[in-house]
């Protein structure tokens, strides 16, 4: 596996390689959900680049940039048995430079659900996705669903920006227990891992109304916020695949999204109808 931190050596590397990229940006402190997405991008490509940067301009001030979960060494075992072919692993001084030209997430759609307590994180996102995506001209880059509006918004760039980078979804992987898996788990005490479960039998609970054909999205939200009390709720909403509102559960067509604070963590998820 080789290691580059510089985009323009990146870029040379790449140059004249002909074959087709899968590409992985991660943050680091990596989990089967990302092995999972390394996987996808073999069976689906000739190469797989990975990229790891933690990324400032996505955090805002006072949240969690200092203490993000960083595992270097164990990152790179993990990616060389996955058998990733580059590892991109950029100092911050790489991408960025001063006065910078960034991206803005579009009004709406950027400041709804996580937006709307994070105001200006979806810029962040979108700034360094669309940089790492210049850098390694990938054909097709891989994003979990769990993170279902950054995924939305990374497409919604690519069709609006008319880039041709195609944005493969891939399904959540969850624990055992049904937590899903995020680098975040790791700041949960045993008794906010076990409040944290409650985000996920939220959803289950979606799924079995569902699956009796409740579809009424008000009825199916009002016993979503019964099994995730008492934890701070930060939103819970039955959205089509276009991110808007509807009123019932269109199967085919639904994304079921909840946003809880188990103890100090903000914790996501989601499921797909
Ligand atoms: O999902 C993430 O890990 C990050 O938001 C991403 C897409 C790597 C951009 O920094």
């Given at each position: 596996m080789k290691i580059i931190s510089n985009p323009v050596e990146l870029k040379e590397y790449l140059k004249y390689k002909k074959e087709s990229i899968g590409f992985v940006p991660t943050m680091g402190a990596l989990h089967e959900g990302h092995i999972s997405l390394i996987k996808k991008a073999k069976e689906e490509n000739e190469l797989v680049i990975v990229s790891i940067f933690l990324n400032p301009t996505q955090f805002l001030k006072g949240e969690d940039l200092d203490k993000y979960p960083k595992k270097d060494d164990a990152d790179k075992h993990i990616c060389k048995l996955s058998g990733v072919d580059v590892l991109f692993f950029p100092h911050s001084y790489d991408i960025y430079g001063d006065d910078e030209v960034s991206l803005s997430a579009p009004n709406v759609r950027g400041y709804v659900l996580e937006g709307t307590s994070r105001p200006s994180h979806f810029n962040g996102v979108l700034t360094v996705v669309m940089k790492l995506l210049n850098i390694v001209n990938p054909t097709r880059a891989y994003f979990g669903k769990k993170d279902a509006q950054q995924l939305n918004l990374i497409s919604l760039m690519i069709k609006q920006l008319f880039m041709s980078t195609l944005i493969v979804p891939v399904?959540?992987?969850?624990?055992?227990?049904?937590?899903?898996?995020?680098?975040?788990?790791?700041?949960?005490?045993?008794?906010?891992?076990?409040?944290?479960?409650?985000?996920?039998?939220?959803?289950?609970?979606?799924?079995?109304?569902?699956?009796?054909?409740?579809?009424?999205?008000?009825?199916?939200?009002?016993?979503?916020?019964?099994?995730?009390?008492?934890?701070?709720?930060?939103?819970?909403?039955?959205?089509?695949?276009?991110?808007?509102?509807?009123?019932?559960?269109?199967?085919?067509?639904?994304?079921?999204?909840?946003?809880?604070?188990?103890?100090?963590?903000?914790?996501l998820d989601n499921i797909w109808l």
């Open positions: 399904d959540t992987v969850r624990e055992n227990d049904g937590l899903a898996l995020s680098s975040r788990n790791v700041y949960l005490s045993s008794s906010e891992r076990k409040d944290a479960l409650k985000i996920s039998a939220s959803l289950h609970s979606a799924g079995i109304m569902v699956s009796k054909n409740i579809l009424d999205s008000k009825e199916i939200i009002k016993k979503m916020r019964e099994v995730l009390s008492p934890l701070e709720i930060f939103y819970v909403e039955i959205l089509n695949r276009d991110f808007e509102q509807i009123s019932h559960v269109e199967i085919g067509n639904t994304v079921i999204l909840v946003e809880a604070k188990a103890g100090t963590t903000r914790l």
